[in-house]
């Protein structure tokens, strides 16, 4: 089946310093890809949707300019967490809509700024 | 706006009893899909089944099986004769569109399932 491979899956970080996370669909492509947030022992937020070759969409409330989204390919779809600090420690995961007509996550980055 | 109530913050049972896990949604939509997702400590989000709002009947898949009533808006869950490989939380989610101009998903809070030896 579909697969949405996302690295790193751990990632720790000191505070003021970026931090990119990679989601590549293999074996199908993802012209859009999701990426939410969750905290501890909270639910997944939509962040913000990338589509590729435009300009991602972000929710509401979510910094453009802190969380940059980038979808250069039908099968890359990158988060970068800039200048990072420790409220913006979380789970983020992404997700594709895939040609069954259902979404495929990636495994998930669990970020820790410190 | 859609939304995803899940009411049961947390749940704990004995092994081998039945369970069920309740989920309520709001949505404007006549098209809509949703989800059920087991999420164990690991983090990821494991797929147990997806229903379109068009299909009503219930689905029964080894120990887990779906009630979906649109009447109440409710898309049930429940586990019979619960092991504890079961504990995890669980999340319903909605979608007001899948495939070609899909929406991101909206969960619901979350149960967590705890299953006791």
């Known amino acids: 089946g579909a697969v949405v491979s996302q690295h790193p899956s751990r990632v720790i970080c000191k505070s003021g310093t970026s931090v990119k996370i990679e989601c590549r669909s293999l074996d199908f492509q993802a012209t859009t890809m999701f990426w939410y947030r969750q905290f501890p022992k909270k639910s997944l937020m939509l962040m913000a949707t990338s589509n590729e070759g435009s300009k991602a969409t972000y929710e509401q409330g979510v910094e453009k300019d802190k969380f940059l989204i980038n979808h250069a390919s039908l099968t890359l779809s990158t988060l970068t967490v800039t200048s990072a600090h420790p409220e913006d420690s979380s789970f983020y995961i992404c997700?594709?809509?895939?040609?069954?007509?259902?979404?495929?996550f990636g495994s998930g980055t669990r970020l820790t700024v410190v | 706006a859609q939304k995803v109530t899940q009411a049961q913050t947390e749940i704990s049972v004995v092994e081998k009893e039945d369970v069920t896990l309740d989920c309520v949604y709001e949505t404007r939509d006549t098209t809509y899909y949703l989800f059920w997702y087991k999420q164990p400590p690991s983090g990821e989000l494991v797929f147990l089944i997806r229903r379109n709002s068009f299909d009503e009947q219930n689905e029964i898949s080894g120990r887990y099986s779906w009630n979906f009533q649109k009447s109440t808006s409710s898309f049930n869950f429940t586990i019979t004769a619960s092991q504890v490989v079961d504990s995890a939380v669980y999340f319903c989610a909605l979608s007001e569109a899948v495939g070609g101009g899909a929406d991101g998903l909206t969960f619901g809070k979350g149960t967590h399932l705890i299953i006791q030896p």
């Open positions: 997700s594709a809509p895939d040609s069954n007509y259902s979404y495929t």
